[in-house]
């Protein structure tokens, strides 16, 4: 088991090498391989308007000019150990990790990313409570009862809440719980300072976001658990004279939870990086609208920013997916 968790670290850092890779290369090397000249590049990093003097700073600083590979190891060292950048006389120092300045803000990017991240955090991990504790009990209940009133009106409803639009439903939440009937406020308070009311601000968020997922899940719960159901070891549990109820958690539900956890890994860490519409909609100030407000504004260094972080998250819940495996199916800790 240790060896298996030392080559899925490597793996995994591995991977977030790939990354990087990959993301210097959509923000530095696609725009050469287009026809941008360095200098129409470096514009880029500026914003409106650049004088020469500008525009030869930002070369100089971000080593557009160098090679390629130089430009790469300049960008893994900022990220690691930090940068230092040009302003004019003076130096300003960019600590580990640097993802740079914003050209509209004039501010280090890992600290916005800080300071927004509890937001998105409190809103991924409180709509993912919701929606697997509902998913996998809806699921499980429909595959017990195949066929009845309960399974068709609740695959009904996960086909109605996979097709409904996250930005439909959280505007129709926002509008009839928030604004008409008053029910649920519209600014979010951190939960260190008012807990009940950091509850109250996000419940309508965390109900968007678990609509759309506890369909999908309830829907693959399902679809597992009647393949588990009709398995051999499920009839030789049962032949034993064990209560049906430990025969559905221990044996049918264990063994239809592998693909749940792995889409769950993959859910979890995506909006970790940013529930982009739920937090436009309920202008909520995480990490998903400071990318809106970044890609709009045309400002670069965010963006690498929120997508590395992004990407960091999904492949460290990947790693921990794996890992659950061992836990999960007991197939896996024998292979």
Not at 13 to 20: A, D, F, M, S, W
Request: with cysteine.
């Amino acid at each position: 088991m240790i060896s298996y968790i030392i080559r899925r670290l490597i793996a995994a850092v591995i991977l977030l090498l790939v990354v990087t890779a990959v993301t210097f290369g959509i923000f530095f090397i696609l725009p050469k391989l287009a026809g941008q000249t360095v200098d129409q590049l470096a514009q880029q990093y500026i914003g409106k308007n650049p004088t020469p003097a500008d525009i030869e700073a930002v070369k100089r600083n971000l080593g557009l000019d160098e090679p390629v590979y130089v430009q790469y190891w300049d960008f893994i060292r900022g990220i690691v150990s930090g940068a230092t950048y040009e302003r004019g006389p003076s130096t300003v120092r960019c600590d580990m990790p640097c993802f740079g300045y914003s050209f509209k803000t004039n501010l280090e990017v890992w600290p916005e990313l800080v300071d927004r991240l509890p937001v998105t955090i409190s809103l991924a991990v409180g709509a993912a409570v919701l929606w697997l504790v509902s998913g996998i009990v809806v699921g499980v209940i429909s595959a017990l009862k195949p066929g009845s009133l309960f399974d068709r009106a609740a695959m009904g409803g996960a086909l109605a809440g996979v097709s409904l639009p996250i930005f439909f439903t959280a505007q129709l939440f926002l509008l009839l719980f928030s604004y008409e009937l008053e029910i649920f406020g519209r600014t979010y308070v951190p939960f260190t300072e008012n807990p009940s009311q950091w509850a109250n601000t996000l419940f309508l968020p965390w109900c968007s976001l678990a609509l759309l997922y506890a369909a999908i899940y309830a829907r693959l719960t399902r679809s597992g658990m009647l393949e588990a159901m009709s398995e051999d070891f499920i009839r030789t549990a049962r032949a034993k004279g064990m209560r049906e109820r430990r025969v559905v958690a221990k044996h049918g539900l264990r063994a239809a939870l592998t693909p749940i956890v792995t889409v769950f890994g993959m859910d979890i860490g995506l909006l970790l990086g940013g529930a982009v519409i739920t937090e436009s909609v309920y202008s909520l100030h995480g990490i998903g609208e400071y990318a809106v407000q970044s890609i709009v504004a045309n400002d670069l260094p965010p963006i690498l920013g929120v997508t590395l972080l992004a990407a960091f998250f999904v492949v460290f819940l990947n790693l921990v997916v794996d890992l659950l495996y061992a836990v999960v199916d007991p197939r896996v800790r024998v292979s």
